[in-house]
Structures are given as structure tokens and as C-alpha cells.
Nanobody, 117 residues
Framework: QVQLVESGGGLVQPGGSLKLSCVASGFAFRDSSMSWYRQAPGKEREFVAAIDNFGISLRHADSVRGRFTISRDNKKNTVYLQMNTLKSEDTAVYYC??????????WGQGTLVTVSS
């Protein structure tokens, strides 16, 4: 079955950086686009970034464009999210999911990112 394990979250000060990782298994990772979503307390889950299976086409939400970068390593079945210049409004649980922008419905447990001084 599809398994997604996110890691790399934590507490960071405003302006800081974090790099999230998501290790995938149970499906043809190298043939799949991947996306990152996030869910802040009391809010709906929202799209953050997507990457095609080749790692060539990227899409980032307006709220994170220029600060976050999605990437992948098909040899490691891993997708990454480099987050720079973090803001308090980036505080959320971050999830990876197969699919280009729209999730195929499989989710991991998520990793919590807290941006606070």
C-alpha cells in the first residue's frame, strides 16, 4: 500500500529555514507527480507545491513562491520542500501526496512546522 513518511519539521524563528523530506513507497514513485500541502490550525488543507515525475515542471502557490522550492530524488523515492524566509503564517502541518496539484488521496502523517520567536 502507499506509504508516505514526512520529516524535517520543527520550531524555527521568523526568517529561518527548514527542509522537509517525504519518503514514499508502495507505488511507482518515479512515474508519479508529487505535491506538498499544508494545514494550519483551524484552516483547510491547502496546496503548497507540486513537481512532475521528471523533476522538471514545478508549481508553487502564490503564498510561498520565491521562498519555498520543491525538488525530488527518484533514486531515493524522496520529495523535498526547501523553505526559506519562513513567516508565522507558514505554521502548519505539512503533508506530501502523490499527484500534480490535486492529491490522489494518499496522505502521510505530516510533519509540524512552527514559526515563532
Amino acid at each position: 500500500q502507499v506509504q508516505l513518511v514526512e520529516s524535517g519539521g520543527g520550531l524555527v524563528q521568523p526568517g529561518g529555514s527548514l527542509k522537509l523530506s517525504c519518503v514514499a513507497s508502495g507505488f511507482a514513485f518515479r512515474d508519479s507527480s508529487m505535491s506538498w500541502y499544508r494545514q494550519a490550525p483551524g484552516k483547510e488543507r491547502e496546496f503548497v507545491a507540486a513537481i512532475d515525475n521528471f523533476g522538471i515542471s514545478l508549481r508553487h502557490a502564490d503564498s510561498v513562491r520565491g521562498r519555498f522550492t520543491i525538488s525530488r530524488d527518484n533514486k531515493k523515492n524522496t520529495v523535498y520542500l526547501q523553505m526559506n524566509t519562513l513567516k508565522s503564517e507558514d505554521t502548519a502541518v505539512y503533508y506530501c501526496t502523490p499527484g500534480w496539484v490535486v492529491s490522489t488521496g494518499s496522505w502521510g502523517q505530516g510533519t509540524l512546522v512552527t514559526v515563532s520567536s
